[in-house]
């Protein structure tokens, strides 16, 4: 069975800090770029950060730049979201997803994916809050 499975997510005060994991089972993630999404009640969902395939450039959204670190650990079929400095705002269900490889990440984490040729996972609440 192919799935994406997140982890890391929790109750972080703000300034805080949190590692969420995307863990693929049944495929590789190497060959696929890969992309954190993010969406809170109320709101559409949101491209946070994604990363290609090919050389590991990333994309952030403008309102983690600076905060948010994205990586991916290919032997350990596992992509990353380093949060740091969180805020109320990035309060959210956070998703991965993959889908084949793209030119840029930033055209993953800003065009409207195609649902036919992508993973998702099943989400990781984050909530930040004194």
């Known amino acids: 069975q192919l799935q994406l499975v997140e982890s890391g997510g929790g109750l972080v005060q703000p300034g805080g800090s949190l590692r969420l994991s995307c863990a693929a089972s049944g495929f590789t993630l190497d060959y696929y770029a890969i992309g954190w999404f993010r969406q809170a009640p109320g709101k559409e969902r949101e491209g946070v950060s994604c990363?290609?395939?090919?050389?590991?450039?990333?994309y952030y959204a403008d309102s983690v730049k600076g905060r948010f670190t994205i990586s991916r650990d290919n032997a350990k079929n596992t992509v990353y979201l380093q949060m740091h400095s969180l805020k109320p705002e990035d309060t959210a269900v956070y998703y991965c997803?993959?889908?084949?490889?793209?030119?840029?990440?930033?055209?993953?984490?800003?065009?409207?994916?195609?649902?036919?040729?992508?993973?998702w996972g099943q989400g990781t609440q984050v909530t930040v809050s004194s």
């Open positions: 990363i290609t395939s090919s050389d590991g450039s990333a």
């Open positions: 997803a993959a889908i084949p490889p793209v030119t840029t990440a930033q055209a993953m984490c800003v065009m409207t994916l195609d649902q036919r040729t992508t993973y």
